[in-house]
Each structure stands twice: as C-alpha cells, then as structure tokens.
C-alpha cells in the first residue's frame, strides 16, 4: 500500500485533484503493480482509498484547528491510511506543519501550490510551504495534473530535481507575453543540458511598453512549462538587464538559435497588439 499526501492551503484544490487521481489510478493501475497474465480479470484493477479531512473531522466531530487539533488529525489521517487495505490510499488535509508531513509519512507528497493565502488568516500564518516533496502543483486543472502525477506513482518514478552543480543553460528574457516561440526556444535549450534556468528582467512599464508584471510573468511561465518539466527548470528574477559581456575563455558560450520562418515570425508585440495592450 502506497500513501498519498495531497497538502496545501483550503481553497487550493486539494479535494478536486484528489478525487480526479483516485480515478486516474483506479482506471490505469493494477493491483500490486501486477500484470493481467498473473491476475484474475475481476482482480485487474488497481484498490484505491481516499479520506478527505473534512469527513475525517465530521466523524470524529472534532473542528479544532489550533496546532494540537492539527497534529491529533494527522496521526488520525495515518491512523485511516494504515487501516485501509487497498493499493493506494489518498489524504488531502492542509497539514501546514512540518511536524504534521513527517507524522503521516507519505509516500508522495503533493503540494497544492495555486494560490497565495487562503480563506482562513490562522492557517495562512501558520503555514510553512515544504523544502521536501514529490509534485508542486502550480494551476487547478486537476484531469491534467491526475494524468501526470499518476502515471508517475504508477511507474514509480520520481520527478527531476534542479541540480545547481549541473551544467545548465540560461535563457533571459522580458517574456511580454511569453508564447509559442519561447516555448521551441526552451525545447532547444533543455535539450543541450537537462536543465534551464529561466531569468526574467524586471521591466514592467520599461520604454512605455512591457505590461506585465514578475507574477503575471511567473504563472505564463509555470502553466506552459508544467508538469512536463517541472524539476527541469528554475525561475530567476533579476534587474532589467540590457548588456551582456564577458572575457576571454569563460567557460561557456552566447548563441543564437535558428528556426523555420513561421516561428522565428512570432511576436510579442503583435501578440500585445492582438490582447488590445498596446
């Protein structure tokens, strides 16, 4: 039996991205990670468990969230985990502790990260986004997020994890607005290392154009980049750069990329143009 933490703020998705994963696991798994040929048909599909923590607390009647009540929920969200005898179980709670992740002892974590504070200040205060993880979630689209976690519990394969001792390419840019020549761009870029660190200037408003600001920036770029390279890249914001030099023998090199014409024609501007911006 695998176990499953789905954690994050209320209101961030937790429960639609639970449900839609127990689905994708009950309809693509099998059970012990078997074959057809070794099992019976009747016995094919994968068992899964899911305990969302607002039924665990109904049951219980117990709606205390102070840092007591939250601990004594995540031995108990354990306590249901242990007890269940599928292939997979899944939790969702918010479980903003430290103390409360290393209680349930997942398997995978999940972590809801789509949006910046919750409906409920107490919990926002005590939250601590978590250094450790297996998937951070950056949109609610929980089909699209089910499909791409799942098929790596299923496989049992962990997600890469940017290495800043790797060799790495840079790609610097306004990205206003980011769109599909960026993307082909990326494509050759992680291609030659692995790995990409994506930097963005800071020029909102610079030479009355680039409407965009760092967040808006931020998110254009997660929701095309993930999940499918999610560990693969990192995001850097950095001043509105406008020169590049170097010396001699640094250790790298500046080069251009070449494309078809009816990528290299894409534009930012027109595209701006088209949003009714400029």
Same mark, same amino acid.
Request: hydrophobic share 35%.
């Given at each position: 039996?695998?176990?499953?933490?789905?954690?994050?703020?209320?209101?961030?998705?937790?429960?639609?991205?639970?449900?839609?994963?127990?689905?994708?696991?009950?309809?693509?798994?099998?059970?012990?990670?078997?074959?057809?040929?070794?099992?019976?048909?009747?016995?094919?599909?994968?068992?899964?468990?899911?305990?969302?923590?607002?039924?665990?607390?109904?049951?219980?009647?117990?709606?205390?969230?102070?840092?007591?009540?939250?601990?004594?929920?995540?031995?108990r969200m354990l306590e249901f985990a242990l007890a269940s005898n599928t292939d997979?179980?899944?939790?969702?709670?918010?479980?903003?502790?430290?103390?409360?992740?290393?209680?349930?002892?997942?398997?995978?974590?999940?972590?809801?990260?789509?949006?910046?504070?919750?409906?409920?200040?107490?919990?926002?205060?005590?939250?601590?986004?978590?250094?450790?993880?297996?998937?951070?979630?950056?949109?609610?689209?929980?089909?699209?997020?089910?499909?791409?976690?799942?098929s790596h519990i299923l496989e049992n394969r962990r997600r890469p994890v940017f290495?800043?001792?790797?060799?790495?390419?840079?790609?610097?840019?306004?990205?206003?607005?980011?769109?599909?020549?960026?993307?082909?761009?990326?494509?050759?870029?992680?291609?030659?290392?692995?790995?990409?660190?994506?930097?963005?200037?800071?020029?909102?408003?610079?030479?009355?154009?680039?409407?965009?600001?760092?967040?808006?920036?931020?998110?254009?770029?997660?929701?095309?980049?993930?999940?499918?390279?999610?560990?693969?890249?990192?995001?850097?914001?950095?001043?509105?750069?406008?020169?590049?030099?170097?010396?001699?023998?640094?250790?790298?090199?500046?080069?251009?990329?070449?494309?078809?014409? *009816? *990528?290299?024609?894409?534009?930012?501007?027109?595209?701006?143009?088209?949003?009714?911006?400029?």
């Amino acid at each position: 039996m695998k176990k499953i933490l789905v954690m994050g703020l209320p209101g961030s998705g937790k429960t639609f991205l639970a449900e839609a994963l127990k689905k994708y696991l009950e309809q693509h798994g099998t059970r012990g990670n078997w074959t057809a040929e070794m099992l019976p048909v009747s016995n094919f599909d994968a068992t899964v468990t899911w305990f969302n923590a607002d039924d665990v607390r109904r049951k219980y009647n117990d709606w205390d969230f102070s840092k007591e009540g939250r601990i004594r929920q995540s031995l108990r969200m354990l306590e249901f985990a242990l007890a269940s005898n599928t292939d997979y179980v899944i939790c969702d709670f918010v479980a903003p502790l430290p103390e409360m992740r290393n209680n349930f002892k997942a398997d995978w974590v999940i972590w809801m990260d789509t949006i910046d504070a919750g409906r409920y200040e107490d919990t926002n205060r005590m939250f601590v986004p978590p250094d450790v993880y297996d998937f951070r979630v950056t949109e609610q689209n929980a089909e699209k997020w089910a499909e791409f976690i799942g098929s790596h519990i299923l496989e049992n394969r962990r997600r890469p994890v940017f290495d800043w001792k790797k060799e790495t390419v840079q790609m610097l840019g306004r990205w206003q607005p980011r769109h599909a020549g960026h993307r082909a761009l990326f494509e050759r870029a992680i291609a030659k290392t692995g790995q990409v660190v994506v930097q963005i200037r800071d020029c909102q408003g610079w030479q009355k154009s680039n409407p965009f600001g760092i967040e808006q920036v931020k998110d254009r770029i997660r929701h095309d980049l993930d999940p499918l390279y999610q560990g693969q890249y990192e995001i850097q914001v950095v001043p509105n750069i406008v020169n590049i030099t170097y010396g001699r023998d640094v250790g790298y090199k500046i080069e251009q990329e070449v494309f078809d014409e *009816t *990528t290299h024609s894409i534009s930012a501007t027109k595209i701006r143009r088209e949003m009714g911006i400029e």
